[in-house]
Structures are given as C-alpha cells and as structure tokens.
C-alpha cells in the first residue's frame, strides 16, 4: 500500500480517493477486507486519527461497510463501485478543462492530442516502443 501525499489537500481525502482509485482500477474487489483502521495508520505512516477520519468519510460515502466488530470490506453496493470510476474520471476531466480552456485551443485539436498523448502514455506503461 503506497499512497504519495501531497501538501495541498488533507490527507484523509487523500487516503480516500487513494481507496477509490485502487476500487475503480480492480485492486480491492467488492467485499474485501481492508485493513483496521491502526494497520492502515502504520502502512501508511499516518496519525491513527487521521486513518479514523478517512474511514468513517469513506463510511459516509459508502465505499465500506463495518459491521460491529467485524472488519471493515469494501461496498458490495454496485451503483456506489460503478459511481467510484465515473467520480475520478470527471474530477480529472475538470481540472484539465478548467487548465486548458484559457489556451483556446480548437475542440477538434485537443480532443487529437489528447487521444495521441494518452496513446503513448500507454504504450510506454505496457512497455511497447
């Protein structure tokens, strides 16, 4: 478990989403048992605090469900795990529209260096030249 946090954003929702992408990307399935919340707090080298509040924010979300004195285990809610991938994709495309609107660059030019740059970036993670 490897989360690189930044200054910017509190590191409980960083702790958060880092649980949504590992979701969204098939890493934690449906039902699976997570780490207690002090297991996670050492994992990661964060204030057992701080691991409190990320899981009871993503228990308000619900991502995890905690029965009593059972683990906690990702949701087996399928509109909530579908949500998860839909939330991140959108929350990337904003940040990229809000930062390159003020270029103005032509719709049709993006959309094809977007396609092309996402292109490589792929191959180069799957090793291809």
Avoid: C, W
Wanted: net charge negative.
């Amino acid at each position: 478990m490897k989360v690189i946090f930044n200054n910017r954003d509190p590191v409980y929702l960083q702790v958060v989403r880092y649980f949504k992408q590992e979701i969204a990307t098939g890493r934690l399935q449906a039902g699976q048992e997570i780490p207690s919340r002090r297991e996670l707090a050492g994992l990661l080298e964060i204030n057992p605090n701080t691991a409190q509040k990320a899981y009871k924010e993503m228990e308000e979300q619900g991502l995890i469900r905690t029965e009593g004195n059972s683990p906690s285990r990702i949701t087996t809610d399928r509109s909530v795990l579908s949500s998860i991938r839909e939330e991140l994709i959108l929350e990337a495309v904003h940040t990229f529209v809000s930062q390159v609107k003020t270029i103005d660059v032509p719709l049709d030019e993006l959309l094809q260096i977007v396609k092309e740059t996402y292109t490589a970036e792929r191959a180069k993670e799957q090793g291809e030249p």
